[in-house]
C-alpha cells in the first residue's frame, strides 16, 4: 500500500472512530453493498478495480450468524486456491463495516505458506457484514461476506484486570498441531497473552477510558523464509490468537515476532522436523 493510500485509510478510520453515522450506521443484511462505511473502504483500498464476489471458488468465510460473545467472536476464512510461486493469494483483508475501526487486519502470505487459511477472534461492535476479500499476486480480487448479529464487542470489559493481563503480557503459545510431513501444509496455532484494549472500554471506578493498547504487527517464519505476516488493529480480541498454514521442508525453526502499539516486541521458536 503507497503512502498516499495509507493516508486516505487512516483518515477514513478517524472519521469512523468520530463520527457515529458512519460507525454506528445500520446494515441491511440482504445487501452487503449498500453500507456507506464499505462504499468508502472500497474506494480507497481498491479504487474502480473489480472485485468477484461471490468467490467460493477461491475462498469463504466462516462466521456465527448470532454471536454468543461479541467480544470474542470466532472467524474463518478458508482459502481454495494452490499457493504457487506463479499464482497465489498475496493478501487476505479482514474488514468490519461496523466496528469503529473497519479494517480489522491484513494478512499477507507468501507462496511457502501452503495455504493462506487463517482462523481469529474478533470483537464486533454492531450488527455488521463481515469481510475477507482476497488479493492475488496477479491483481484479483475475490471476496466473500457474512452478516453477523452480534453489538456491543469492542467496549466489552476485559476478561481480567489490567495488573493481571500485564502480568502476563507479550507471554506466547506457540504449537504444531498434529504430525509433520514434509512439503504438505502443516496447521500451527499462535496465541498471544496482551489486553489489546480498544480505548472504548470505561473503567466504572475512575470513570475515564482505558488508552487503546493492542498486538499492531505480527510476523511468521518458518526456517528463515517469510510465511505469514499481518497488520491487526484491536477489532482482534484480547489475547489474539491465531490459526494458519506453513509447508515444513526438514528440520528448521517456526519463528513468531510480535509488536504492540508500544512498540515492545516478544518472539517464541518452536523447533520443527519429522514427528513434530
Known amino acids: 500500500m503507497n503512502t498516499l493510500k495509507s493516508l ?25 453493498e449498500a453500507n ?5 473502504m472500497r474506494s480507497v483500498m481498491f479504487q474502480d ?15 456465527p450468524e448470532r454471536a454468543q460473545d461479541a467480544a470474542i467472536v470466532p472467524i474463518s476464512i478458508r482459502t481454495h486456491v494452490e499457493q504457487r510461486p506463479d499464482r497465489y493469494i498475496e493478501r487476505v483483508y479482514l474488514m468490519i463495516d461496523n466496528n469503529p475501526s473497519p479494517m480489522g487486519a491484513t494478512f499477507h502470505f507468501a507462496p511457502t505458506s501452503g495455504r493462506a487459511d487463517i482462523e481469529t477472534r474478533v470483537r464486533i461492535d454492531a450488527y455488521t457484514h463481515v469481510r475477507a476479500i482476497a ?10 461476506t457474512r452478516f453477523v448479529k452480534a453489538s456491543g464487542g469492542c467496549s ?44 472504548l472500554v470505561m473503567d466504572q471506578l475512575t470513570r475515564m477510558y482505558t488508552p487503546a493498547y493492542f498486538v499492531r ?18 477489532s482482534i ?40
Open 8 to 32: 486516505l485509510l487512516a483518515a477514513l478510520v478517524t472519521v469512523s472512530l468520530t463520527g457515529p453515522a458512519l460507525a454506528q450506521q445500520k446494515s441491511d443484511p440482504d445487501n452487503p
Open 217 to 234: 504487527r505480527i510476523q511468521v517464519s518458518y526456517a528463515g523464509e517469510p510465511v505469514l505476516s499481518a497488520d491487526v488493529d484491536f
Open 156 to 199: 466489552a470489559p476485559p476478561g481480567k484486570d489490567m495488573s493481571a493481563a500485564m502480568a502476563s503480557l507479550g507471554k506466547m503459545r506457540f504449537r504444531v498441531e498434529g504430525e509433520v510431513e514434509p512439503g504438505k501444509p502443516a496447521l500451527a496455532q499462535l496465541m498471544i497473552s496482551h489486553p489489546n484494549n480498544s480505548g
Open 135 to 144: 488479493e492475488m499476486n496477479t491483481g484479483e480480487l475475490y471476496m466473500a
Open 237 to 276: 480480541s484480547e489475547n489474539p490468537n491465531f490459526r494458519f498454514y506453513f509447508v515444513p521442508t526438514g528440520e528448521g525453526e517456526l519463528k513468531a515476532e510480535v509488536i504492540d502499539t508500544n512498540d515492545l516486541r516478544f518472539e517464541t521458536v518452536v523447533k520443527v522436523g519429522a514427528g513434530t
Open 49 to 63: 478495480r473489480a472485485i468477484t464476489t461471490p468467490a467460493d471458488a477461491v475462498l469463504t468465510l466462516e462466521a
Open 36 to 40: 456507506a462505511t464499505w462504499q468508502q
